[in-house]
T-cell receptor
Framework: AQRVTQPEKLLSVFKGAPVELKCNYS??????LFWYVQYSRQRLQLLLR??SRESIKGFTADLNKGETSFHLKKPFAQEEDSAMYYC??????????????FGQGTRLTINP | DAGVTQSPTHLIKTRGQQVTLRCSPK?????VSWYQQALGQGPQFIFQ???????QRGNFPDRFSGHQFPNYSSELNVNALLLGDSALYLC???????????????FGPGTRLTVL
C-alpha cells in the first residue's frame, strides 16, 4: 500500500534558521513525490515536485530511494514561509488515472 | 480565470440526509478529482472523473458517488450522511487522463460540510 508519513505535526523555527520538513513514504515501484503548501486563507497549491528537480521559493527536496524519504529543505527561513505543508505521492497508474496520497501535514511557523 | 471553483462554501446537514457538492474545473482542464480532508488530516482521495467516467476510486463506501458533465464540471454526492462525513471536501482539476507530474492538479477552495 502507498503511504506518506510526516512525523512532525508542528515545526517552529526562527527567521533566518534552516528548515527541514521530513517526509517518508512507502511505495512499491518508482514513485512521483510532491510537496504542496497551503498559506493562511489560501487554497492548496503545488510547491515543487521531485521530477522537476527545481528550487521554488528557496525550497529544495531530494528523493532518497534508499531511505524512502523526500525531505523539504530551505537554508534560511523567512516569515512568509509560515504555512501548512503536505508531502504527497502519486499512486500507480490505473486506467490511465493517478491519485495523490497525502501525508498528515506539518504546520511550519517562522518566528521573527 | 478563476481557477477551480466549488459550491457551496459551507453546508450543514443532519445525519441520514443526502448532499451534493459541485466543482467547476480550471479552464482547459478535463479531469476532476475529489478529496476528503478531515480536521487535522491530509486530503484523502475519493475518486477521479475523466470523460464522464469514474476512472479510479479510493477507499470510500458506495454512499459516495459522483458525476461528470460534458462541460467537465463535476458533482460529489453523499447519501445517508454520518457524523464522520464532516470534513472539507476538495476538488482538484488537471489536464489529461492522469495526475502525473506533468499534469499538475489544481485545487479548489473546498466545501466545508458539517453533519449534525
Amino acid at each position: 500500500a502507498q503511504r506518506v508519513t510526516q512525523p512532525e505535526k508542528l515545526l517552529s523555527v526562527f527567521k533566518g534558521a534552516p528548515v527541514e520538513l521530513k517526509c517518508n513514504y512507502s511505495y512499491s515501484g518508482s514513485p512521483e513525490l510532491f510537496w504542496y503548501v497551503q498559506y493562511s486563507r489560501q487554497r492548496l497549491q503545488l510547491l515543487l515536485r521531485h521530477i522537476s528537480r527545481e528550487s521554488i521559493k528557496g525550497f529544495t527536496a531530494d528523493l532518497n530511494k534508499g531511505e524512502t524519504s523526500f525531505h523539504l529543505k530551505k537554508p534560511f527561513a523567512q516569515e512568509e514561509d509560515s504555512a501548512m505543508y503536505y508531502c504527497a505521492l502519486s499512486g500507480p497508474l490505473v486506467q490511465g488515472a493517478q491519485k495523490l496520497v497525502f501525508g498528515q501535514g506539518t504546520r511550519l511557523t517562522i518566528n521573527p | 480565470d478563476a481557477g477551480v471553483t466549488q459550491s457551496p462554501t459551507h453546508l450543514i446537514k443532519t445525519r441520514g440526509q443526502q448532499v451534493t457538492l459541485r466543482c467547476s474545473p480550471k479552464s482547459g482542464h478535463d479531469t476532476v478529482s475529489w478529496y476528503q480532508q478531515a480536521l487535522g488530516q491530509g486530503p484523502q482521495f475519493i475518486f477521479q472523473y475523466y470523460e464522464e467516467e469514474e476512472r479510479q476510486r479510493g477507499n470510500f463506501p458506495d454512499r459516495f458517488s459522483g458525476h461528470q458533465f460534458p462541460n467537465y464540471s463535476s458533482e460529489l454526492n453523499v447519501n445517508a450522511l454520518l457524523l464522520g462525513d464532516s470534513a472539507l471536501y476538495l476538488c482538484a482539476s488537471s489536464s489529461g487522463l492522469s495526475g502525473r507530474a506533468d499534469n499538475e492538479q489544481f485545487f479548489g477552495p473546498g466545501t466545508r460540510l458539517t453533519v449534525l
